[in-house]
């Protein structure tokens, strides 16, 4: 019986690309994934462009009531998540809370999709 000579796999240098050094620290992933999945949810996505495209850049919540179709608690829980996860801001105004989108937040947003 006749051997066959055994082609050697040749040697690949390089075959895998190292990891970017602008790669996400496990502090930064953590942050950034509270916030997309704060935008997770259609109200609290759309509440975030009308807020973050504001002409005077910042919205009474009121507003956002009659704009959403939606009860003022449930704009409220919505607002409340966007809050917590860092990409709005709010200060009482009389019986009205009037948010801001915070531009280095959703600047962090963008960097991280691009």
């Known amino acids: 019986m006749a051997r066959t000579a055994q082609a050697s796999a040749p040697v690949v240098t390089g075959c895998c690309g190292a990891p970017g050094d602008k790669a996400l620290t496990a502090k930064q992933a953590d942050s950034l994934a509270h916030s997309f999945a704060a935008l997770a949810d259609p109200v609290r996505l759309r509440l975030l462009s009308l807020i973050a495209t504001s002409a005077d850049g910042e919205v009474c919540a009121c507003t956002m009531v009659d ?7 449930t704009v409220s829980h919505h607002l409340k998540v966007l809050r917590e996860a860092g990409l709005v801001t709010s200060d009482k105004r009389g019986i009205w ?4 989108a915070v531009p280095e937040r959703v600047a962090e947003l963008r960097a991280a999709l691009g």
């Not at 809370?97 to 801001?100: I, L, S």
């Open 67 to 73: 704009t959403l179709g939606k009860s003022q608690p």
């Open 97 to 100: 809370m009037w948010y801001r």
